[in-house]
RNA sequence: GGUGGGGUGUCGGAGUGGCCUAACGAGCUGGUCUUGAAAACCAGUAUCCCGGCAACGGGAUCGCGAGUUCGAAUCUCGCCCCCACCGCCA
């Protein structure tokens, strides 16, 4: 959510943002109705005035009580008209995305993004190397048969060392960045709506991409930055305690809803995952802001220089960007069976823009309220990272080596085919 | 899921239709006193919105929403949450 005065001071930006994110905003339709608010405010503020100097002479006059009732009604139609726009406006401000940075490359889709780093090299192989579909089943670490059978379109088993190996990527994730002094957190899944409008996730349509639970106001959260960001909503948290920085593990639902032929082979586009995220709480300083995505960007490729698996970083453009983003950086891993990277992170700065959605805010050392800038990067997601261990790590026997670093969590070093297959 | 109790400011806690402009207490901030500190005393101490350069003025908020009333923290209805006990359960 933006301010309405930025709004106001800033119409032509604003549409300018909204245009470059490919979405379609009626700034006009809001500041009219801006308008009608604060004159309907105006009225009805004053009726209230002369209501309370009636009122608080007592007991009251034949002709006060007369007046009372006709000011009575006069203030119900002015109530409900300004709550009718009110309610209009705040529906339409929801729908207006986040004002990217300057230093965003404005584009419409992926061709506008930009490379800014690569790490790594590109493994060759001196033999047809397989994808992690087939290293899966030969190896009896991923069953997909089993798992659209049980769990439908998507779904999959991981099973035997590939089990393992997912609990250690997350758990050496979640570790490293508890060392680093960030604090853990099992998050929830199952999340109510506000969360998910105050994540700004809801409403651009974006709802029939989650899972609805039929019960109340239940839904699956898509990522542990829904309920991490709304961990603080409707506080008010000290400065000196910001920023705070939160790694979270939880399951991830996502129903794909959008990307019915896509990526529909393997374990890259799943309904159902989970994942380490770093979210951070800070304050509303745009120089920060960009200290600290620096910083969660370089712990999510600590993550994979530790693995060892090739990446690159995308600084995305405006047009593949979400509507609360003012800045994305993608970390890409590469992946064989793709001859391409393929996206493993995502980082990003909110801003104020979910802080106020979520009515998080901060007291400032000289006492006044501010609203925090929220961000979040994923750490691990998994089990996709796993498609990049097991591709990049795979050996002419058809065997997977372990990253040295999983195998203290691991308890063993390859993956071999089992001797009954 | 059932039954009962409850939700008031930073905290404790009073308040059952109109001086509630929310008592009282605690905390916190500043001041007086003091060599310093404590105590005592004095003053201040919520949030959001509107107008104003500001000082300030006005409005809203007693879990949330609707209603009754000239007037609601207080009465009515719905919802949410918390606590206790019972039931079920990994």
Not at 14 to 19: F, G, I, L, Y
Not at 156 to 169: D, G, P
Not at 297 to 314: G, S, V
Not at 381 to 410: C, H, M, W
């Amino acid at each position: 959510m933006l301010d309405i005065q930025y709004i106001r001071d800033h119409a032509q930006t604003v549409k300018d943002a909204a245009k470059h994110k490919n979405r379609d905003v009626d700034i006009d339709t809001i500041l009219d109705l801006d308008e009608q608010k604060h004159s309907l405010m105006l009225s009805s503020q004053k009726l209230r005035e002369e209501r309370n100097k009636i009122s608080s002479t007592h007991p009251p006059a034949n002709e006060d009580i007369k007046r009372g009732k006709i000011m009575k009604e006069e203030l119900k139609k002015l109530e409900s008209d300004l709550k009718k726009i009110e309610k209009e406006l705040h529906d339409l401000l929801l729908h207006v995305p986040n004002v990217p940075l300057d230093e965003v490359p404005i584009g419409k889709d992926a061709s506008a993004n930009k490379e800014l780093k690569k790490w790594g090299t590109i493994p060759t192989f001196d033999f047809e190397p397989k994808d992690h579909i087939t290293l899966g089943k030969q190896l009896d670490i991923i069953d997909l048969e089993r798992g659209s059978k049980i769990s439908g379109f998507r779904g999959y088993f991981l099973k035997n060392e590939a089990a393992v190996l997912h609990m250690a990527l997350l758990f050496y994730a979640y570790t490293k960045l508890i060392k680093k002094g960030f604090t853990p957190f099992v998050a929830p899944t199952i999340v109510k709506s506000f969360a998910l409008f105050g994540s700004g996730h809801f409403p651009w349509g974006g709802e029939q991409d989650v899972y609805s639970l039929n019960d109340d106001d239940s839904y699956l959260a898509g990522t542990a930055e829904i309920p991490l960001t709304a961990y603080h909503s409707g506080e008010v948290l000290q400065e000196h305690d910001l920023p705070k920085r939160y790694v979270g593990f939880s399951p991830c639902y996502r129903r794909e809803a959008g990307a019915y032929g896509k990526d529909t082979k393997g374990l890259y586009r799943v309904h159902e995952f989970w994942k380490i995220e770093q979210v951070v709480i800070g304050k509303n300083d745009l120089e920060e802001a960009r200290r600290i995505h620096e910083e969660l960007q370089a712990n999510a490729e600590e993550l994979l220089q530790d693995i060892k698996l090739p990446y690159r970083q995308m600084l995305m453009c405006t047009g593949e960007m979400g509507e609360p983003q003012l800045k994305k950086y993608d970390t890409e891993t590469w992946m064989p069976s793709r001859n391409a990277y393929g996206e493993t992170m995502s980082n990003s700065i909110m801003g104020d823009f979910q802080a106020r959605r979520l009515n998080l805010r901060y007291k400032t050392k000289e006492g006044k309220n501010e609203y925090c800038y929220t961000y979040n990067n994923t750490a691990v997601a998994s089990p996709r990272l796993l498609i990049a261990i097991f591709e990049n790590y795979q050996q002419k026997d058809g065997s997977i080596q372990i990253p040295d670093v999983l195998v203290p969590l691991t308890g063993f070093n390859i993956i071999q085919k089992k001797s009954s297959l």
